[in-house]
């Protein structure tokens, strides 16, 4: 059973989303401040993170920075404010989907089921090209013996451009195939996160640019 951190200081609503989890056949950890989610996490390894913005100790914003530093587990922010989420996506922190409050438990299950079904299961119709080797299993790419953890907006990015390798991909056309709800999504966000990941390819393979910016137009992969 897939293992979900929730981390969220209103303690009702963190008991309903755990109940609703375990129903849907989850395990769940609930945790009430940033501060023992952090020392939780040290020795825990959840398949994905609740996360509320607003956490005593230390916040969700902080929390979320700290986890992607150190790895690539599925993330979900949760905030009471509708326009904090444009600042947040502003502030790139590589949350997976964001969910504004209040928000409905079934939409949460439902969008945690994607997300995981998508890091999971995700397969490439050609796993290995231009000597880059994408495991859809643990959001890993590989060149020549060496690795490099992906986020899974990263992993998704990357996986839409080989399997249409050589085509023009416009920005939008990676919104539509990398997000299931375009509502918080800018242009912005997509160049940064094609920012990040080629930062990674070229720290992997510094021969070769594989991701191609076309003026005006958008992204292009190129084998090698
Ligand atoms: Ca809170």
Redesign the pocket.
Known sequence: MPLILIV???VRLAQLERDYFIQANFEVEVIHNGRQAQQWLQENKPDLIVL????PSVDGITLCREVRAKSSVPIIMTT?KVEEIDRLIGLELGADDYLCKPFSLRELVARTKVILRRTQVQTLDRPEQAGLLVSQQNTQVSYNGKNTELTLVELNLLNTLMARSGQILSRDQLIDRIYDDRRVVSDRTIDSHIKKLRKKLNELDPDHDYIYSVYGAGYRFEDK
């Open positions: 969220e200081d209103e509320d913005l607003m956490l009471a």
